[in-house]
């Protein structure tokens, strides 16, 4: 999985926005607001990586139970693809 170009994540008085540019601002009006949690995973997702790679990402960074990190990564990777954000 990967982000679709055209999005760029800010830091703005201590809150992580994604902010559409370019084409991408004609599709998706507004901005997306991201926990610490969602930043994190979507630094990793503009490289492109699998469920499993961002769960062991999560693993490493967090102290967080393995169910709890893989329910949580397919809870964001699935808010992604409803929000079109997602190229598989």
């Known amino acids: 999985m990967k982000l679709k170009n055209g999005f760029l994540l800010k830091e703005l008085a201590g809150d992580h926005v994604v902010v559409p540019v370019g084409q991408a601002a004609l599709d998706l009006r507004g901005m997306i607001t991201l926990n610490e949690t969602g930043a994190f995973l979507w630094e990793r997702l503009q490289t492109g990586q699998t469920e499993d790679a961002l769960v062991s990402a999560m693993l490493e960074e967090y102290d967080v139970a393995p169910d709890i990190a ?8 699935e808010m992604l693809r409803q929000q079109q954000l997602l190229e598989d």
């Open 70 to 77: 893989r329910k949580d990564v397919r809870a964001f990777v």
